[in-house]
């Protein structure tokens, strides 16, 4: 067990770091609406590293006025904690902050137990605000040991909105200049993605390539004891590379001398828990057909090739589905709406995005930076349509780099609409 001495020391400082904290300004995030800070049930904020899930929760707590105390588990002189300190940390936490009625858990899943002692604080009447930077913290754990006692909230880096937000474009005005200014910062966002730090940070690439290896060590390596590390970080530098794409267990199996297609699946799971890579279902109302051929993206664009010795190119093309995609997902959980892909069969022609609800197709989205081509534009148009007429969904979108049109083909009216204006719609 840690001494209580050593406990106070480092709880002192982490006080201090969150007074530091609350004299700087934030940007506010949507899914702050999402936690629910007099729910009996835990708050989980969970999302890849560095995404801004503890920034979230301060914001949050500071604007409410409750309240609260605040341990980080994430501390290296906090490396061997078990839950025997669970308690004495607690203590401490009542002398140093005095009486509060909301505490708050960064990175709660490095201390084994700790669902235990978070149970006997919902118990006496505590509200608990918790963050994780691996899905295991929900998809077992959580599951597992606080049934009908939590309440997850994903987040993710920046949206296009957060990061104009943070930059302070203008997403209002009509201007020719604002609307200069906002394309410009789109292309901005495309190469550099939505990490929070990377606004501020020089050096983008060894950020990315530091922020995937820690990951890589520490949230599977560690957790999962891989005994083949160097076969598994080659094998996610490429899916990282190749990303958006839909993997075939048996061709990676043999490109990385992989024997067992199981194992080649389970590096898949260890990548999507950490949240480097995303899972898209196909769309069907058949369920054996949604839980085959899942494409994979990158959980930001900064992911795909700013990274030592990354080959993904500058390919425009992917980096705009990627953002789309994300953006999605962003929005379907405020109606807790479904997203898929659609392709039926080898000849049918595949679209990008299928937005659905209780199996109810609503909305088609076609990604594409450039249809200048006519070939392409005709290409992308008949997927839709064609998807239309399979799904009976009839509002279609074809999103774009910069065009804005709207036009109606064998009777399937299509909105095409630039990517940076349809990311600032709320």
């Not at 050593?6 to 934030?26: G, M, N, R």
């Not at 084994?112 to 930077?133: A, C, D, E, P, Y």
């Not at 943070?166 to 292309?187: C, N, P, Q, V, W």
């Not at 080898?346 to 299928?354: I, M, N, T």
């Amino acid at each position: 067990m840690i001494d209580k001495r050593t406990l106070e020391l480092v709880l002192t400082e982490q006080k201090e770091e969150l007074l530091y904290k609350s004299k700087l300004q934030f940007c506010y995030r949507k899914e702050e609406d999402l936690v629910n800070l007099n729910s009996n049930q835990a708050q989980v904020v969970i999302g890849v590293r560095r995404s801004g899930k503890s920034t979230l929760c301060f914001n949050l707590l500071q604007r409410a006025g409750v309240k609260y105390a605040y341990v980080n588990f994430d501390d290296e002189r906090f490396e061997n904690i078990t839950s025997k300190d669970l308690n004495n940390i607690l203590e401490v936490l009542y002398k140093i902050n005095g009486e509060f009625t909301h505490l708050f858990m960064d990175e709660a899943q490095n201390v084994s137990g700790w669902h235990l002692f978070v149970n006997r604080l919902l118990r006496q009447g505590m509200k608990i605000i918790i963050t994780g930077s691996n899905a295991k913290l929900l998809s077992s754990e959580l599951s597992t040991h606080l049934t009908g006692r939590h309440a997850t909230i994903e987040l993710y880096p920046f949206s296009f909105l957060e990061f104009c937000t943070y930059k302070g474009i203008d997403i209002s005005t009509l201007s020719t200049r604002a609307e200069g200014l906002r394309r410009s910062a789109f292309d901005e966002y495309m190469k550099q993605g939505g990490f929070p730090e990377l606004l501020v940070e020089n050096n983008n690439r060894r950020y990315v390539s530091d922020l995937v290896s820690d990951i890589l060590e520490r949230d599977i390596k560690t957790r999962y004891k891989l005994r083949y590390f160097a076969i598994f970080e080659s094998f996610a530098n490429h899916l990282m590379n190749v990303a958006p794409t839909i993997p075939s267990s048996g061709n990676l199996a043999e490109v990385f001398g992989i024997k067992s297609i199981p194992t080649v699946n389970n590096y898949i799971k260890h990548l999507t828990t950490a949240y480097l890579l995303l899972s898209l279902c196909k769309y069907s109302p058949k369920s054996k057909v949604r839980v085959r051929d899942n494409k994979l993206y990158t959980v930001d664009v900064a992911i795909m090739n700013n990274r030592v010795d990354a080959f993904a190119g500058e390919n425009v093309g992917w980096r705009l589905e990627t953002i789309i995609y994300l953006e999605l997902r962003r929005r379907a959980k405020y109606n807790n709406d479904d997203i898929y892909y659609y392709k039926k069969g080898s000849r049918s022609k595949e679209v990008d995005f299928v937005l659905c609800k209780d199996n109810k197709a609503l909305q088609l989205y076609q990604v594409a930076y450039n249809i200048t081509d006519p070939k392409t534009r005709k290409r992308e148009i008949n997927a839709l349509v064609q998807a239309s007429k399979a799904t009976r969904c009839k509002n279609l979108y074809l999103i774009t780099d910069n065009e804005r049109d709207s036009v109606t083909v064998d009777g399937c009216k299509i909105e095409i609409i630039p990517a940076y204006e349809w990311l600032l719609k709320s």
